[in-house]
């Protein structure tokens, strides 16, 4: 009898006997017919308290609550070293209710209440279902690639009944994405558009879903999003401009044909911030103008852009030109092409309509 092995007193274990012998239902085994009535399943969560309900009547001799094949109580003795479970304040004769504090997930199972009565013994029976909201046990930390690489994230969650895993892709761009559901979410061969945050929602309806994000971080090689060539005429300042796209941030270098500029140095300054580089030139020269190469690079690649420094005049000319061909393949006011004409004329021959 590994029920009273512990126990020393051997009166208890009489006790035990007895009641085994008489009445008492094996875990596992369904009640005798007739002698038991199974009572609605009792739901709790992990952590908060359980009464069990055992209604009886006033002739009853003996009483008796088991967990499982367990007692826990025989009438008011308390036969569980479990301090978590105690005998309620019956104030009813009618009445013998028990309660477990600090419900844990082992505690799910069969409990029964045994009532010998002058008759026929009766036993209740009640189902414990213990709940356990999802939480997120494990998730991958925030990870760099290289494009195109394969990445696997995972994310492991518990939770009674069984949390369902969802992930979502929140992309830099701000929009939002389902991607897939369960614990792993596989990657391959994965672009830049798939950087950003990943996140991992468990979730049983037991309460709020626990959620948890994992950085993604693709390294790429420059492309450069941005070369603007300007106009400047002598004396004037002048700035160009060069934009590159890259993770990790590229470095800019500015040249000139094939000779590279310095900060600082020939009347120029280079300004870098973030994914933008400028090359400024304080005083602009006729020898300024020209063809300079943007170079961007980072641990991925390089790349270059030509950017062109011009004269006012050129630039003038050229908006002048566009305007008569644009205007006289669409249709052709009389008014406006003689009047642009006689400006590219002037233009040509004087040389005194240009800004600057
Ligand atoms: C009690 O729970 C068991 C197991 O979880 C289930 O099979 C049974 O249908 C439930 N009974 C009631 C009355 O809810
Ligand atoms: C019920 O029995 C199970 C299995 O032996 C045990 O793990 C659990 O602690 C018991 N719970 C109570 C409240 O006695
Ligand atoms: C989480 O999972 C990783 C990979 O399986 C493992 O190395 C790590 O020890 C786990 N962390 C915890 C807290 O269980
Ligand atoms: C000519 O240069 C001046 C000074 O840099 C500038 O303000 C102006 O917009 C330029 N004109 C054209 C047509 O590019
Ligand atoms: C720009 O350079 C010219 C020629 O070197 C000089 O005459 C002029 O004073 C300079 N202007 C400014 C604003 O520094
Ligand atoms: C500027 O130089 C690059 C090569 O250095 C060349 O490909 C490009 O055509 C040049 N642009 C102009 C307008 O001359
Ligand atoms: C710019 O790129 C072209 C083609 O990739 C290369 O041939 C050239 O040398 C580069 N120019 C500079 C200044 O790096």
Known sequence: MGICGYLAVPGRCLVVLGLRLLFLVPAGVPARSGDSVLKDNITVRQGD????????????????????????????????????????????????????????????????????TNRKPKSTKVHLIVQVPARITNISKDITVNEGSNVNLMCLAVGRPEANIVWKHHSPRGTHKFVTEGENLELTAITKEQSGTYECIASNDISSPDVRTVEVTINYPPFISKARSMGTSVGQKGVLQCEASAVPRADFEWYKEDRRLFNGLNGVKIETQGKQSMLIFFNVSEEDYGNYTCVATNIMGITNASIILYGNKTNYLVILMNFQIVDMTVYCPILKCTLILLLFLCHVLFNICTIS
């Open 49 to 116: 308290s359980a009464v069990l309900k055992c209604n009886v009547d006033s002739k009853v001799s003996r009483v008796a609550w088991l967990n499982r094949t367990t007692i826990l109580f025989a009438g008011n003795e308390k036969w569980s070293l479990d301090p978590r479970v105690i005998l309620m304040e019956n104030t009813a004769v009618t009445e013998y209710s028990i309660k477990i504090q600090n419900v844990d997930v082992h505690d799910e199972g069969p409990y029964v209440c045994s009532i010998l």
